[in-house]
């Protein structure tokens, strides 16, 4: 049984944009990446450790616990072993209340990487690969959310390229999902179930060679 972490944030955990639900399992994209990897014969478990609002490195000054290199070396210990490990974070480090850029954001992913790879798992059980999905960009941000992305779309240009850059740099994967999602009109920030769809078809042909 091969196992694969998903660590993200609310593009992944799967709300359904312009409300504060969530999509079922086999409609959000690991899911629909996991019974796909299955209908390939691949004996597979995706577990996802996707957090609303979590950062990349930095602390949401309203939530606490948002800090994604707060716990990962201790969430690849519980999850060991591994046979991928996927990082899609980096939105939120561009919400109004923080003045990051495409950059910042690419070397708190860095940052991740490390910890990953710096975590106290088992003797004999490898570290796991990095995959590294930028997200997409966020558009113009819309509805509820419109003031707390204020500015993101401005902010966060440049980020697959900066993404690409750094796993390169540290020897990862890398997968833009920009390539083939975009965020719902409804919000401008997060997935639609067929976009969900479609990234988790796109993933399988991504995973597939780093899990064989």
């Given at each position: 049984m091969?196992q694969?972490l998903?660590?993200?944030d609310?593009?992944t ?18 899911g629909?990446l996991?019974?796909l990897?299955?209908g390939?014969?691949?004996?597979v ?8 609002g979590?950062?990349t490195v930095?602390?949401?000054?309203f939530?606490?616990g948002r800090?994604?290199s707060?716990?990962?070396a201790?969430?690849i210990?519980?999850?060991?072993p ?5 990082l899609m974070l ?7 209340m923080h003045a990051?850029?495409?950059w910042?954001s ?7 990487v ?5 975590a106290p798992?088992?003797p004999g ?5 990095v995959?590294?999905v ?6 113009t ?8 992305f204020?500015g993101a779309?401005?902010?966060?240009a440049?980020?697959?390229?900066a993404?690409?850059?750094v ?6 994967s890398?997968?833009?999902s ?5 965020p719902s009109?409804v919000d401008?920030v997060?997935l ?17 060679p780093?899990i064989?």
């Open positions: 091969k694969i998903v660590y993200g609310s593009l955990w799967g709300i359904i944009p312009g409300t504060r639900r969530r999509l079922a399992f086999d409609a959000r994209w690991p629909v996991e019974n990897l299955r390939k014969g691949v004996a478990r995706v577990f996802e450790d996707c957090l609303n979590r950062r930095w602390e949401d000054p939530k606490p800090n994604g707060n716990g990962l201790q969430r210990e519980c999850h060991s591994l046979a991928l490990a996927i980096g939105v939120n480090d561009f919400q109004s990051h850029n495409a910042h690419s070397q708190g992913i860095a940052t991740l490390n910890a990953i790879r710096q798992i088992e059980m490898p570290a796991p690969p995959l590294v930028a997200p997409p960009p966020v558009q941000p819309r509805g509820e959310i419109a003031p707390k204020a779309d401005a902010k966060c440049g980020l697959a390229d993404y690409r850059a796993a390169a740099t540290l020897g990862c890398f997968f833009d920009a390539s083939v999602v975009a009109e401008g997060h639609d179930a067929a976009q969900h769809l479609v990234l988790g078809r796109a993933m399988l042909d991504v995973v597939m780093l064989a």
